[in-house]
C-alpha cells in the first residue's frame, strides 16, 4: 500500500467506518486467526443450508458455480427475498465473499486462507485469500446489485471478477 493509502486507511479506520467495523479487532495474530476461520465456516455453512432450502444453486465450489450464484444472488435481489433465506441481503453479500474465497482456495493448490492485519491497525485483522504475490481480502460483495446496472452481464459478474484474478 502506498503512503498515503495508508494515511487514508489509518484516518478512516479510527473513525469506525463501514469497512473498518468490519475488520475486527483482536488480541493477537492467533485469536485472529481462530475466529476469523470460525465465521467463514459458519458463513459457508449458512450458505449451503440457504441453498438446500431454495433449490436455486449448487455450492459444489466450482468456478463454474460462481456464474450461478451470481444469478441466484440477481433472482433474490429482484424479487427482494434475502429474508426467505432467514439472512439480509448484506449477510447474504458477506457468504458470497466466503464462498468466493472457498472456490479459489480449492481450485488452485497454491492459494490459501491468511488473516491479514488491517491497514488502519489497531489490532483489526481481516481475511484474506494469497496466491503468490496475489492476496484478496474476503469480506463482502458489499452492494452487489448495483454491478447489475454497471454491466452488460450481472449475472457473471463474480465468475469474472474470479477469472481476472485468479487465472
Not at 30 to 37: I, K, Q, R, S, V
Amino acid at each position: 500500500m502506498s503512503k498515503i493509502g495508508h494515511r487514508i486507511a489509518t484516518l478512516f479506520g479510527g473513525r469506525r467506518t463501514r469497512a473498518a467495523a468490519s475488520a475486527a479487532a483482536f488480541h493477537s495474530p492467533a485469536d485472529a486467526e481462530a475466529a476469523l476461520g470460525r465465521h467463514r465456516d459458519e458463513a459457508l455453512r449458512a450458505l449451503e443450508r440457504a441453498a438446500v432450502v431454495s433449490a436455486a444453486f449448487s455450492p459444489d465450489y466450482s468456478v463454474e458455480s460462481l456464474r450461478a450464484l451470481d444469478a441466484w444472488y440477481h433472482d433474490l435481489w429482484q424479487r427482494d427475498a434475502f429474508l426467505d433465506l432467514a439472512a439480509g441481503r448484506d449477510e447474504f453479500e458477506r457468504w458470497m465473499a466466503f464462498y468466493y474465497g472457498a472456490v479459489a482456495v480449492r481450485n488452485n493448490p497454491d492459494a490459501q486462507w491468511v488473516v491479514l492485519p488491517h491497514p488502519a491497525g489497531g489490532g483489526r485483522f481481516e481475511l484474506g485469500v494469497r496466491r503468490g504475490e496475489t492476496t484478496v481480502a474476503i469480506d463482502a460483495f458489499r452492494d452487489h446489485y448495483k454491478t447489475f446496472m454497471m454491466t452488460r452481464r450481472p449475472r457473471q459478474s463474480i465468475y469474472r471478477q474470479y477469472r481476472d484474478e485468479w487465472k
